[in-house]
Every structure is written in structure tokens, then in C-alpha cells.
């Protein structure tokens, strides 16, 4: 099934939602944003699902509709 959001806008998800992942895993774990390095990230119900690293180990976040970070996980 294909959005209806145009392209660009489906981008400019993705880029918010990596975003505010990298700065929500900084915060909780107290290094600079810049060490978080994104993996991956897809549409994932109204939001996005982003893959993350840090220090070797993964992450796993989940965004709502708004940007808005709903769980942080590390796998």
C-alpha cells in the first residue's frame, strides 16, 4: 500500500524522526548526539522505526505520527 504523503514529505519524516531518536538516546545515555550513528529507518504505523548505534550495541526507537519518540529499546 502506498501513502498518500508525497515523497518529500515521507523524507522529511524519516530525517525528523532519526533526529529526534539520535537526541533522545544522547540524553539518555549523556553523550554528544554526534556519536549516535543512525542504521536505518521505515515507516512503522503513523510514525517511523529507527535502527541506531552506539558504542557497538543497537537500538531500536519508534516515533509517533509527530516526530515524537515512543519507546527506546536497545537490542
Same mark, same amino acid.
Not at 556519536?35 to 515507516?43: D, E, N, R, T
Not at 503513523?46 to 529507527?50: A, K, L, M, R
Given at each position: 500500500m502506498q501513502s498518500s504523503r508525497p515523497a518529500g514529505a515521507n523524507a522529511e519524516a524519516a530525517a525528523a524522526a532519526t533526529a529526534? /531518536?539520535?537526541s533522545a538516546l544522547a540524553l539518555r545515555s549523556g553523550v554528544n548526539a554526534i556519536?549516535? %550513528?543512525?542504521?536505518?529507518? @521505515?515507516?512503522y504505523g503513523? !510514525?517511523? +522505526?529507527?535502527f541506531l548505534s552506539l558504542h557497538q @550495541?543497537?537500538? %531500536? /526507537? =519508534? =516515533?509517533? @505520527?509527530? !516526530?515524537?519518540?515512543?519507546? %527506546? +529499546?536497545?537490542?
Open positions: 529526534a /531518536c539520535k556519536y549516535v %550513528l543512525p542504521i536505518s529507518h @521505515a515507516p503513523n !510514525g517511523q +522505526e529507527v @550495541a543497537q537500538w %531500536l /526507537c =519508534t =516515533t509517533d @505520527a509527530r !516526530g515524537n519518540v515512543d519507546r %527506546l +529499546e536497545r537490542r
